[in-house]
């Protein structure tokens, strides 16, 4: 049995922020949530989270999915894992020991990790990496031979130690029965006077145990956010290594490093990402779309062969083979059918649009039905807000609302019925009718020169 440890209890002073570090977001999920989310992917079953500083943050963030164990002052890395030692009384096995403010390291290393880990029956796999400038990181010490002697922290270093490359990455792979006696046998004698989770492996190494390292290729996977400039790179890493998911899985963008794809997100094959696009979210894109330039998707769903030019949408739904904008603002709780026309300048709210309905430029239709094969021409507007509550428009199948109509609502439009630009139509209109509301023309005939305003000097 496999399972978790995650440091999270520290201040993280350098974000400057009334927020605990490890729920900032980083490609849109928090910290602590991609730590978890490795650890469970890589086979983790239980997940022992040690919370401290802004505590209520973190839980609020993990919820239920994890277990938590308190760690009241920050007394080091050795004292936070002692403050999981219920939670490995109770889980037995092997246990991975993670740093929450580290995110970008990936389940399939851990696997690995996990794996090598139980291939040499070690006591203790210390994932490390080289590293041609370490500053800050503990050096891994060893002997003549090789052989793992300790991790000695940067400022408990000799100059001879500074020199060596390979550091610790701060995670680590245990087997509970070794740990948690060589735990008791740690103390703060060192620069900081705190318990260093470091101290284990040289105990363990002492007494015969077997510890080795496993050295990371990819030493992105060890970068730890201290502060927003770390936050902005390590999304960068994340947001780098999405996109090139998404093209290995079948997606052209014509200029990826201008995009934004979240790690829910899913696109279907063929699909061609113009520059500037966000895709935020659980969004779902189907094959054969062509999304952008300069758009954002966030929980959305879009089907096969639609197109989305320089438009936002947000928390809807959008059929197959439909066009939205350029400039259109779809807003939540829409559900657009297929071969749709969203044209520019349209807004949509909680909007139900049928099937081969065109809704071509300038409009805004919130609160309503809108039935299959309808033309809602220019400058239509769905009124349905008198201050202080919100009605329905209905409206049927292969209506034609014409120009500059006000849908006073609530307000029904029945099937194959006619309304003629301009109108304000605030009753039903039957099937098959034409409704007009706007007063009748009148031409005075010869009113200017009667007037005495005729202007023209010849
Ligand atoms: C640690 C390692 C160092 C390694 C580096 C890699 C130790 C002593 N040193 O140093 O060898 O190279 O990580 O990044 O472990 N935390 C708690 N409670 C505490 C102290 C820390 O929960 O009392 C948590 C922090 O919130 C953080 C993690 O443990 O998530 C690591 O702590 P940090 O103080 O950043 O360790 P480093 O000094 O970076
Ligand atoms: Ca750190």
Redesign the pocket.
């Known amino acids: 049995m496999v399972n978790a440890v995650i440091?999270?209890?520290?201040e993280?002073k350098r974000m400057k922020s009334r927020k605990a570090k490890?729920v900032h977001k980083a490609l849109g999920k928090e910290i602590v949530k991609w730590v978890a989310d490795a650890a469970r992917g890589a086979g983790a079953e239980k997940i022992c989270v040690?919370v401290?500083h802004k505590e209520e943050q973190v839980r609020e963030c993990l919820g239920e999915s994890v277990e938590y164990a308190v760690?009241k002052e920050?007394?080091?890395?050795?004292?936070?894992v002692m403050m999981a030692e219920a939670f490995l009384e109770k889980n037995q096995g092997t246990v991975l020991v993670l740093?929450?403010?580290?995110p970008l390291i990936k389940e399939e290393t851990l696997k690995k990790v996990i794996e090598e880990h139980k291939k040499k029956k070690n006591a203790c796999t210390v994932i490390s990496a080289l590293i041609d400038c370490p500053d800050?990181?503990?050096r891994i010490v060893r002997d003549e031979t090789g052989k793992f002697l300790s991790?000695t922290?940067h400022k408990d270093c000799t100059a001879g130690q500074l020199k060596i490359k390979e550091?610790?990455?701060?995670m680590y792979c245990f087997e509970v029965k070794d740990l948690l006696p060589a735990l008791k046998k740690i103390n703060c004698c060192n620069n900081q006077n705190?318990y260093?989770?470091?101290d284990v492996p040289a105990v363990m190494s002492k007494e015969g145990l077997g510890v080795d390292t496993y050295i990371l290729e990819d030493k992105d996977e060890?970068f730890?956010i201290n502060d927003r400039v770390q936050l902005a790179e390590a999304t960068e890493i994340l947001r780098k290594r999405y996109v090139r998911k998404n093209m290995e899985a079948g997606v052209t963008f014509i200029k990826p490093d201008s995009c934004y794809v979240s790690p829910d997100a899913e696109i279907g094959e063929d699909t061609i990402i113009y520059p500037n696009c966000i895709i935020e979210g659980m969004t779902k894109i189907g094959p054969d779309c062509i999304i952008g330039p300069d758009s954002r998707i966030s929980d959305a769903e879009i089907g096969r062969g639609t197109e989305i030019n320089k438009s936002v949408i947000v928390e809807s739904s959008i059929g197959n083979e439909t066009k939205v904008g350029p400039f259109a603002y779809v807003r939540p709780g829409n559900r657009v059918g297929d071969h749709v026309k969203v044209g520019d300048f349209v807004e949509l709210k909680k909007a139900e649009i049928g099937n081969g309905t065109k809704i071509s430029h300038l409009t805004y239709i919130g609160d309503a039905q809108v039935g299959e094969d309808c033309n809602i021409a220019c400058g239509v507007v769905t009124v349905n807000y008198d201050g202080s509550k919100k009605y329905l428009t209905k409206i049927g199948d292969n209506c034609f609302v014409g120009c500059n109509v006000n849908l006073v609502s609530p307000v029904e439009v029945e099937s194959d019925s006619y309304i003629a630009a301009g109108s304000t139509i605030t009753e039903r209109v039957p099937s098959k009718a034409l409704a007009i509301a706007r007063a009748r023309q009148v031409n005075k005939e010869g009113w200017v020169e009667k007037k005495g305003r005729y202007k023209r000097k010849k």
């Open positions: 440091l999270a209890a520290g993280g490890v040690v401290g760690q920050q007394k080091g890395t050795g004292h936070a740093c929450g403010d580290a800050g990181y503990g991790i922290e550091c610790n990455a701060g705190e260093y989770i470091t060890m730890g």
